[in-house]
Structure formats: C-alpha cells, structure tokens
C-alpha cells in the first residue's frame, strides 16, 4: 500500500514538473518574441508578464515622433505643392472661367497636378544643395571650419538626403504624368480638331522644325536627369552607401547631383524655348510656373560655379583641410608685437 502511495507520488510531482517546464518554455518563447529586456535576466524576475499584441504601446514609447528627418522636407514640400497648386489653378482654370466663360476644370486631374510636380521637384533638389552653398559662404566669411553653424543650417543638412528622395519621388510622378498625357479622352479630342483644322486649311504638312527640335531635346534631357536622380536615389540606401567609400559617395551625391540639377534646370529652358519673350504667357500679369520653378537652381548653379573660381576654390578647400585664418592673425600680431 505505501509502496502504491509512492508511486503515485513520484507520477504527481513528475507532472508537476513537466507542467511548470512547459509553462517556463512558454514564458521564455513570449519573452524572445517580444524582445523585451527581461528575457537576458530572466532567472532574476519573479514577476509574471501578460503580454497582449492589441495592446497599446507604454507611453514611453509613444512620445517618440515618427519619422523625425522627415518633418521638415515633407512639410517643405506639402506646402510648396499647395502654393503651386493654387497658383496653377488660377491661371490654367479660373482665368479661362472668368475672361472667356470657357469651363476647363478637366485639367486639374492631370494638367494641372503636372505642372505642379515639376515645381516642386527642381525645387526640392536645388534645396538639397542650397544649404552647401550657405554652409561655404559660413567658412569663407568666418575663416574656419571650426565654428558652428547656425542650428537652422544645421538642421537644414541634416535633411538634404530627404530632400532629395522626395525630389525624386516628384520627378519620377511627373515622368508618369506626363507619358499618360496621349491616353487622355480630351487628348484625343484635341488632336481630331487639330486635324480638322489642318484639312480646312488645306495644309499638307503640319511639321514645325524649331518645335520638333524643342521637345526632343527637353524629353532627352529630362530622361538624362532622371537616371542620374535615381543613381542618387539608389547610392542613398544605406546597404549600397556602406559599400562605397567616402571618396565615392561623395563623387556621386556632390558633382553627378549639380549635374542632375542643371539637366533639369535646362529641361526647363528648353522647354520654355520662346516663351519667356510672349507676353501672352504672363496671364493676369503673373509668370508663367516655369520661370518661377528655374529661379532657385539658377541661383543654386551660379553660386557653385562662383565657388569654382580658383581663387575662392583654393581657400575653401585650405579652410576644410584645418586652416583657421583666426589663429593664422594671432600668431602674425604676436609676431608683430615682438
């Protein structure tokens, strides 16, 4: 009988503990699963913890912003598309509307979003380089790279690589738009009034050289400035950057970016062609979007190419390379002294 007793004492404590090591394994899988900080000191807690996927996060981990790099450029550019937008609608639609009574809010799907698209992206890109020529104008006019710069320009380089990557988001939006413009219904209408015309002008030959010449060259060269902008995009992917070094990195983002820029900035002159001297283009007298698009990167490009005199060129880079002019006056004055 005691013998009996035993046994099944011994069969109860062994499930017992095959239940309590169930219930540990369970406790450690939960704990790797969530990768809490408890599961590296777990034979220290003596606390049970109920886990729940739908549960909110603490609050700790709450006050963590979202994307913080990416406040200020996605602000820069939600606005700049709002200002554009409504600068757009009113010359393209409601100036139409109230002249000539003609109803054209068809455009705003497609022609008037792609004239916004554009804006913002040489802009978004002639931003991603402004703040490196401000930052130049700093070392030049201080003398040393020593100094700090302002927190608004230190902010502002730490955003260029978003800057960018939405320059290229709108760039490659506008690429879209702008081969769906032969899929459109009033395209087609369009161009069966176009060659209505030309038969009851008895013309034969409808061909324009000069702009066949312009569109070539500006869809070249906007197809070229796109490619570059998406070697830009892929360089900044942090697996591919990691695997360039310094020297490259630079190479690519520094002169293929100012290369990106100003293939862009001519896609937009060439694309205005002869229409920066028709006044017909300045309605209710504003400028047309292209003249206000290519002001920034022109600003952009002439302050580079000023930087690239070999006088400031070779005093910019004495200054990168540890050069303090500060320090250089002092030690003359001391020597002046004695």
């Known amino acids: 009988m005691q013998l009996a007793n035993s046994m099944d004492g011994d069969e109860d404590q062994k499930m017992k503990l095959e239940a309590g090591q169930e219930?540990?394994?369970?406790?450690?899988?939960?704990?790797?699963?969530?990768?809490?900080?408890?599961?590296?000191?777990?034979?220290?807690?003596?606390?049970?913890?109920?886990?729940?996927?739908?549960?909110?996060?603490?609050?700790?981990?709450?006050?963590?912003?979202?994307?913080?790099?990416?406040?200020?450029?996605?602000?820069?550019?939600?606005?700049?598309?709002?200002?554009?937008?409504?600068?757009?609608?009113?010359?393209d639609v409601i100036h139409p509307l109230v002249t000539a009574q003609e109803n054209v809010f068809y455009k705003i799907p497609v022609l008037v979003i792609n004239k916004v698209l554009p804006v913002v992206s040489i802009t978004l890109l002639a931003l991603v380089y402004l703040p490196g020529i401000l930052a130049a104008g700093f070392q030049?006019?201080?003398?040393?790279?020593?100094?700090?710069?302002?927190?608004?320009?230190?902010?502002?380089?730490?955003?260029?690589?978003?800057?960018?990557?939405?320059?290229?988001?709108?760039?490659?939006?506008?690429?879209?738009?702008?081969?769906?413009?032969?899929m459109r219904r009033s395209y087609r209408y369009k161009l069966l009034n176009w060659a209505y015309q030309q038969v009851k002008q008895k013309k034969e030959n409808a061909w324009v050289e000069h702009d066949v010449w312009r569109m070539e060259i500006y869809v070249s060269l906007g197809i070229l400035g796109l490619a570059i902008l998406a070697i830009l995009a892929?360089?900044?992917?942090?697996?591919?950057?990691?695997?360039?070094?310094?020297?490259?990195?630079?190479?690519?983002?520094?002169?293929?970016?100012?290369?990106?820029?100003?293939?862009?900035?001519?896609?937009?002159?060439?694309?205005a062609w002869n229409k920066w001297i028709d006044m017909g283009q300045f309605l209710w007298y504003?400028?047309?979007?292209?003249?206000?698009?290519?002001?920034?990167?022109?600003?952009?490009?002439?302050?580079?190419?000023?930087?690239?005199?070999?006088?400031?060129?070779?005093?910019?880079?004495?200054?990168?390379?540890?050069?303090?002019?500060n320090t250089v006056s002092s030690k003359e004055l001391r020597t002046s002294r004695f």
């Open 140 to 182: 030049l006019h201080y003398g040393t790279k020593y100094r700090r710069f302002p927190q608004w320009l230190d902010r502002w380089m730490l955003s260029r690589k978003q800057f960018g990557l939405l320059g290229f988001f709108f760039a490659s939006m506008h690429a879209c738009y702008s081969l769906c413009y032969p």
């Open 234 to 271: 892929v360089t900044s992917i942090p697996s591919v950057s990691q695997s360039l070094t310094w020297r490259e990195f630079h190479y690519i983002q520094s002169k293929m970016g100012y290369l990106a820029l100003l293939l862009c900035t001519i896609h937009a002159l060439v694309f």
């Open 23 to 91: 219930n540990f394994n369970s406790l450690i899988m939960d704990l790797q699963i969530t990768g809490t900080p408890e599961a590296a000191v777990f034979p220290h807690v003596h606390q049970r913890i109920y886990i729940d996927e739908f549960e909110s996060p603490p609050n700790e981990y709450c006050k963590h912003d979202l994307f913080p790099e990416w406040h200020l450029p996605v602000k820069t550019a939600l606005i700049l598309s709002l200002l554009t937008f409504i600068y757009t609608f009113l010359r």
């Open 286 to 325: 504003t400028p047309p979007t292209f003249m206000i698009a290519v002001l920034l990167p022109i600003v952009v490009l002439t302050c580079k190419s000023i930087f690239l005199f070999p006088r400031l060129r070779k005093r910019l880079q004495k200054i990168r390379a540890g050069w303090d002019a």
